[in-house]
């Protein structure tokens, strides 16, 4: 019997846990004290009983009958999961290889929207890696920026300069070496726009070939054929901003005749490819009443869609572009039709225990805010590194004067950030309406220079949005005593 890693699964090992990652089914898992079992299962087949040689021969005191069965225990549901394959052939194991497919009814990677206990919740893997990480930042995930230039010129974008500034494939190869080791995963490409690299085929192949997963931000106004190819063959993902459905509104938004065209061509002809994209429409003034077209268009190619009214100011403080943002009025518009259309109702949001499950301002104080440098940074085209995407204006290090460890582990700018809790947003801690709200350092610094200090523009949005969920809840216990 011949065993090996499904081609889509990626797995790593922080210390005593195996956290095991099928991107096909977004399926994730967290095992303790099982790395000697994934050591020997590799991407190429091996014959089962000569993967139980290796361990036995790890485990110097097991017998070889104990060790066999429990192995077969392990691996009965990961194979059940088509993430780990087993069979008589190679070709066995590739015809039963997973792939993503548009050819079926809802390929669409659904979130769990349910309301956990809180024991369910923590005992998510993606709970019990935050946990991990909050004690042993590992860099899990990276966002390269590997260009400032750009097609477009969107109304809204944080990018203050599209210069064409470009990271060298070389010194991106380098970072990535480092990143693998380290323990990373999962590698985003962004910028300006990413596809504007001369390089981008020989990077997309780079990120696969160390075995970490590939996903683009991008515009797609420059996406060839060859791009496309080598994102098939990379397992990559894109992620694509839409604005509209209108050609008109969407160029307005990108300030670059016909790009809602060069979008629209492209995005069918990456679904024609069978890569999964997730389309984004950040709200506008200019745009947000014609968003549920957008959702309506993603769903009709069951692709995943998402829209966002967070509109933050540009990386070097400059909020010349937050004039294109919704004001409170219409912000609350649209929440209520997002929040009443498309959050399900028993989404963990509507719960009515929410409010009493609101941690106390000591226990909210001692917790992180976020990933940044815990779990997640960003590198620039200009060799900064940052740490998170928009938040340019916090450099951590640079990569043409230290390594990506030495940044990651001796910077005293990220142990700064990473050492930040709860404790340093004095008004948040107080807040009635935190629950409602992204505490987020980003978004502060970039509107009021200072990354403690919310913007009085969030705050109201949060309180608006707190107004909407109890209007919801009150709905729905009125119904709930109708029936
Ligand atoms: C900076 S762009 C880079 C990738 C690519 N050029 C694109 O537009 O998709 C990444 C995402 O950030 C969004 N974005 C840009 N400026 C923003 C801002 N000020 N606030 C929130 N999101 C923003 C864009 O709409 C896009 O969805
Ligand atoms: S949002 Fe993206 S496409 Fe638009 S200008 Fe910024 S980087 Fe370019
Ligand atoms: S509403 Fe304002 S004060 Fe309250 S948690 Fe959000 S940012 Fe902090």
């Not at 940044?372 to 590198?379: E, F, Q, T």
Request: one cysteine or more; charged letters at 25%.
């Amino acid at each position: 019997m011949l065993m090996r890693l499904a081609r889509q699964t990626y797995v790593r090992q922080y210390d005593e846990f195996t956290y095991l990652f099928g991107k096909v089914t977004a399926f994730d898992q967290v095992f303790r004290s099982a790395g000697p079992f994934f050591a020997h299962i590799t991407r190429q087949p091996k014959e089962r009983d000569a993967i139980i040689d290796e361990i036995v021969h790890d485990y110097a005191d097991a017998p070889r009958e104990t060790v066999a069965r429990d192995f077969d225990e392990f691996f009965a549901p990961l194979i059940a999961q088509q993430v780990i394959l087993s069979g008589n052939s190679a070709e066995e194991l590739d015809a039963q290889e997973p792939f993503f497919t548009y050819d079926c009814d809802d390929p669409k990677t659904k979130k769990d929207e349910r309301i956990l206990t809180p024991d369910e919740a923590a005992a998510l893997p993606a709970a019990l890696l935050e946990k991990y990480f909050a004690e042993h930042p590992t860099l899990f995930e990276i966002q390269l920026d590997i260009t400032q230039a750009c097609t477009e010129r969107c109304r809204h974008c944080y990018v203050p300069e599209y210069n064409p500034i470009f990271l060298p494939y070389d010194k991106i190869c380098e970072v990535l070496d480092e990143f693998r080791v380290m323990g990373g995963i999962h590698v985003s490409l962004s910028g300006g726009e990413c596809m504007m690299h001369k390089d981008i085929i020989k990077i997309i192949k780079a990120i696969r070939a160390r075995d970490c997963t590939v996903a683009c931000l991008s515009n797609l106004t420059v996406c060839t054929d060859e791009i496309i190819n080598a994102l098939v063959e990379a397992d990559g993902t894109v992620q694509v901003s839409l604005y509209s459905m209108s050609p008109a509104i969407h160029d307005e938004v990108t300030r670059r005749k016909g790009s809602w065209l060069e979008t629209m061509n492209a995005i069918l002809r990456l679904r024609a490819a069978q890569i999964p994209v997730r389309i984004s429409c950040p709200c506008l003034r200019i745009n947000y009443k014609g968003y549920p077209d957008v959702m309506k268009f993603a769903d009709s190619l069951k692709m995943d869609a998402q829209t966002d009214f967070i509109i933050m100011g540009k990386q070097d403080c400059d909020t010349s572009n937050l004039c294109n943002r919704l004001n409170l009025d219409e912000t609350r518009t649209l929440l209520q039709d997002v929040i009443l259309k498309a959050v399900p109702m028993n989404s963990e949001y509507f719960s009515p225990g929410k409010k009493e499950q609101m941690l106390s301002a000591g226990e909210w104080k001692k917790r992180k805010v976020c990933g940044a440098c815990v779990n997640s940074m960003c590198l620039n085209a200009t060799g900064e590194y940052y740490p998170c995407p928009g938040f340019a204006g916090v450099p951590l290090g640079n990569c043409y004067n230290d390594s990506l460890r030495h940044v990651w582990l001796e910077s005293e700018a990220t142990k700064r950030i990473r050492a930040v809790t709860g404790a340093s947003f004095g008004k948040c801690a107080e807040c009635k309406d935190r629950d409602y709200c992204s505490v987020c350092m980003c978004r502060n610094f970039n509107e009021t220079g200072d990354m403690f200090t919310p913007a009085e523009h969030f705050c109201k949005v949060a309180a608006i949005n707190h107004e909407v969920v109890d209007e919801k809840q009150r709905q729905m216990i009125e119904a709930a005593k109708e029936e």
